[in-house]
C-alpha cells in the first residue's frame, strides 16, 4: 500500500468510516467524505474543492458505491430506507421474515466515525 492510502487507512486504523468492518489491506476504497459530485462525461467535479487528501476516509466497497455521491445525511437517510424497500421489493426478504428469520429494528442511522474518531472528514 503506498503511502498516501496508508495515511487513509490509518484514520480509522483500517475500518470503514461508515459501517466500521475491518477493511483488508486491498479493496477497500477512499471515499470523498463531502462529495465532490463528478461528471464523467466531461472529466469535470462540481465541487473540486473538496478533493483534497483531508476530505478522504477509508470505506469498504460497499458503503462507498451506496454513498456515491451523496452526502452524510443523504446517505444516512438512504440507509434508514433499506427496510422499506427490503420489505416492498424483495420476496424472499419477506418471507425470511415471516419464518422469523429477521427481525427489524428501528433505530437511528449511527455512522461508525461519529462514535470513534467524533469529528467529520
Not at 498516501?4 to 484514520?11: F, Q, S, T, V
Not at 486491498?26 to 464523467?40: C, L, Q, S, T, V
Not at 438512504?78 to 426478504?93: A, D
Not at 428469520?101 to 472528514?121: A, C, S, Y
Request: net charge positive.
Amino acid at each position: 500500500m503506498n503511502r498516501a492510502r496508508r495515511d487513509i487507512w490509518n484514520k480509522s486504523a483500517g475500518r470503514c468510516w461508515y459501517c466500521g468492518i475491518a477493511l483488508s489491506d486491498k479493496g477497500w476504497h477512499a471515499d470523498h467524505f463531502n462529495p465532490i459530485r463528478r461528471n464523467w462525461w466531461e472529466n469535470t467535479s462540481l465541487k473540486p474543492e473538496n478533493d483534497t487528501k483531508d476530505n478522504l476516509v477509508p470505506t469498504c466497497a460497499s458503503c462507498n458505491i451506496q454513498k456515491g455521491s451523496l452526502s452524510v445525511e443523504q446517505f444516512r437517510q438512504k440507509v434508514q430506507g433499506f427496510i422499506n424497500s427490503l420489505n416492498q421489493y424483495h420476496t424472499q426478504y419477506s418471507v425470511a421474515k415471516r419464518y422469523g428469520l429477521i427481525q427489524e429494528v428501528e433505530k437511528p442511522i449511527r455512522f461508525w466515525f461519529e462514535d470513534n474518531i467524533g469529528h467529520t472528514g
